[in-house]
């Protein structure tokens, strides 16, 4: 699994306009059940994306296909992690738990 950290490179102002855009992007990438949460940090200087279990190559394909990504407007930290305990909600997507 990935937590993916979102650093804006671009004024706020900007970022907002692109928001709407970022938005759609997310929503799809629920749809295809990549991402299991994501949100602002706070402060407010990017997001945050907990995403399933996946190929490195398939997570930094998908991350590149945002728009942030595309227009240069973030910087993207990738953190890969095996979790070792879930809670119970979410064991169902651990892969690395032994069921």
């Not at 993916?4 to 059940?33: M, R, S």
């Amino acid at each position: 699994m990935y937590v993916v950290l979102l650093t804006y490179t671009a004024p706020i102002e900007e970022i907002d306009y692109v928001l709407p855009d970022h938005a759609d992007w997310l929503t799809k990438q629920y749809e295809h059940g990549n991402f299991l949460a994501s949100g602002r940090r706070n402060p407010r200087i990017g997001g945050v994306i907990i995403t399933r279990p996946m190929a490195r190559g398939k997570l930094d394909a998908i991350l590149a296909t945002d728009p942030f990504s595309i227009k240069h407007m973030a910087a993207y930290e990738v953190i890969e992690f095996s979790p070792t305990r879930t809670a119970p909600e979410l064991r169902l997507i651990n892969e690395a738990v032994v069921r």
